[in-house]
């Protein structure tokens, strides 16, 4: 992959240059059409919410800290500091080699710092374990979220699909797109966004099936959430009841505190918005019956 390129996901783009020649640099399988969405996508039709990081790929220690940064969330694989001047960082602690990601308060531009020096056999991705918690806090600054979900786009109306690991959220996605055509925006990872009144769900490229993801978005009409444990069939449910569930499944960055209350606005007002419902239905049968 030639670099510098862009990666567009829900209309917020990273323009990736590398400043070290020597760096065997590659691009997840399913970023491609991510990328080439960035390149093709005609400015004027973009919906408001478009914004542009720019992070300048380099060789540095990502490890030692400044003198002014401060842990603020740590674990096994990656941590989040904060620095005196409002800069935040990101580290993958299990990535090989070692990255870490340095952006300014308005998220416009940052550094990524790779340790060259780390024997590294095959071409990597320096944001490949921390562009999810980047995304994330970014999307959080506009009160936006990373939802744990699998989202379809059928008939000009979007539908997302929220439930635990195994509910069952990329087999439904699957069997809409084979039974009605539906476009699958994402089938484990989504992104929802409150954009010029109305509410978007986006796909990313962050799944298992590369196949299974789109860099569309398209207008929520209703989010779903699965339950084998109900019977068969689709309910209302009420609306502090989604919403605990969407903050349960959520990605949500409490460790970034400052947008936790922008969250919270934007989930009150999606429970006005958009309706939500419980769906369950037998495996093996069509659930658009249901669904509709």
Known sequence: MT?????????????????????????PAGHQAFTEYAS????????????ELRLLIQNGDPVSPSTDEK???????WEFWRRRDGK???????????????VDPTFSHGDVFVDATAPVRRPFYPLEYLEIRL?????????????????IALNGKGYCFIGESGAGKSTLARELMNRHGAVVLGEDQVILRFLEGRY????????LDSTMCSPRGVPVDEIIFLDRSLATGRKPLPSI??????????????????????????????ARYIPYSTLSYPLGEDPWSFIR
């Open 135 to 151: 995304f994330s806090a970014w999307l959080a600054t506009y009160g936006d979220l990373l939802l744990h979900a699998s989202a």
């Open 88 to 102: 935040i960082s990101f580290l993958a602690l299990t990535q090989n080699p070692i990255c870490k990601v340095t």
């Open 71 to 77: 842990l603020v969330y740590g674990s096994k694989t």
């Open 241 to 270: 009841e989604g919403t605990e569930r969407i903050l349960q499944t959520g990605f949500i960055p409490y460790y970034f505190n400052e947008t936790i209350p922008f969250i919270l606005e934007n989930l009150s007002r999606l």
């Open 200 to 207: 978007w769900i986006f796909g990313t490229p962050w799944h």
């Open 40 to 51: 093709t996508e005609e400015q004027g039709a973009r919906v408001g919410g478009s914004a």
């Open 3 to 27: 670099y510098p390129l862009w990666v567009s996901i829900a209309h917020l783009s990273l323009y990736l240059q590398n400043n070290d020649t020597h760096l065997n640099l590659s691009l």
